[in-house]
C-alpha cells in the first residue's frame, strides 16, 4: 500500500479542507485500492491557531517522513507550509507529484509538470 501526503494550502481556512476532502474522493474514484491518502489538514489543521507555526510543520515532517510520495494541489507555490513540505521532500529524496485541478477534473503530474499520467474524468 502507497502512504501518500496530499499538501493543499490551508491559511486556518476550513473551506481549503474541504477542497481537499473532494479531491482525495476523486482519486479514491479512479486510483487502484493500494493508495492511501493523508491529508495533514484534517489530521492537525486543528492546531493551526494553537501552536507555533513551526512546530505545527515538525508534525507534518514527521508524518511525510513515512509516505512513499508528497503530491502538492495547486496553489502550492503560494503556501508556505506546502513550499516546506515540497523542500523536505526534495532533501529527503521523496518523489514529488502536482495535482492540477480543470472543470472538475484532475490530473496528476508525476514529479515533472510536462508528464501527465493520471485525469480523472469529470463529474
Not at 490551508?10 to 474522493?25: D, S
Not at 492537525?44 to 510520495?69: A, K, Q, W
Not at 480543470?102 to 514529479?111: D, F, I, R
Amino acid at each position: 500500500m502507497k502512504l501518500i501526503y496530499i499538501a493543499h494550502p490551508f491559511g486556518g481556512k476550513q473551506e481549503n479542507a474541504q477542497r481537499v476532502e473532494t479531491i482525495i474522493k476523486k482519486l479514491l474514484a479512479v486510483l487502484p485500492d493500494n493508495y492511501t491518502f493523508y491529508s495533514p489538514l484534517h489530521a492537525t489543521g486543528f492546531l493551526y491557531n494553537i501552536m507555533p507555526y513551526e512546530r505545527g510543520m515538525e508534525h507534518c515532517f514527521e508524518v511525510l517522513s513515512r509516505c512513499d510520495e508528497l503530491w502538492l494541489c495547486e496553489g502550492w507555490e503560494n503556501s508556505r507550509g506546502c513550499r516546506m513540505e515540497k523542500e523536505y521532500a526534495e532533501k529527503h529524496n521523496i518523489p514529488i507529484s502536482y495535482v492540477k485541478e480543470h472543470n472538475k477534473c484532475l490530473t496528476l503530474l508525476k514529479s515533472n509538470p510536462a508528464l501527465p499520467a493520471l485525469t480523472t474524468p469529470s463529474e
